[in-house]
Nanobody, 130 residues
Framework: QVQLVESGGGLAQAGDSLRLSCLAS????????MGWFRQAPGREREFVSA????????TYADSVKGRFTISRDNAKNTVYLQMNSLKPEDTAVYYC???????????????????????WGQGTQVTVSS
């Protein structure tokens, strides 16, 4: 099974940028679609972005579209979330997640629901001040 570790979170001011990283171990992420979710205090976990195993297909929540960019480097077993123009409402714990989809498997998961994923990281805190 793949293990996921997020990094890159921290304290930022509104308008700043941060880049989150999700390093996988135990298995290549070439067989996984990957996603980012976040959970703010007192709120449910919400979808942020996802990227298919090939890297050619990405999706974003409307709240981050145009500001966040997801990417992956399969050779480094790492997925990234570049966050620009940060807002206070982006404050949350950000989680990386993996959805098993090996070659030929043809996963039909939408990747926008938590239940679409098989493995989760521990999360990294992002705090944006105004």
């Amino acid at each position: 099974q793949v293990q996921l570790v997020e990094s890159g979170g921290g304290l930022a001011q509104a308008g700043d940028s941060l880049r989150l990283s999700c390093l996988a171990s135990g298995r290549t992420i070439r067989t996984y679609d990957m996603g980012w979710f976040r959970q703010a205090p007192g709120r449910e976990r919400e979808f942020v972005s996802a990227i298919r195993w090939s890297g050619f297909t990405t999706t974003y929540a409307d709240s981050v579209k145009g500001r966040f960019t997801i990417s992956r480097d399969n050779a480094k077993n790492t997925v990234y979330l570049q966050m620009n123009s940060l807002k206070p409402e982006d404050t949350a714990v950000y989680y990386c997640a993996a959805s098993y989809n090996p070659p030929g498997y043809g996963s039909s998961r939408s990747l926008s629901q938590g239940s679409d994923y098989d493995r989760w990281g521990q999360g990294t805190q992002v705090t944006v001040s105004s």
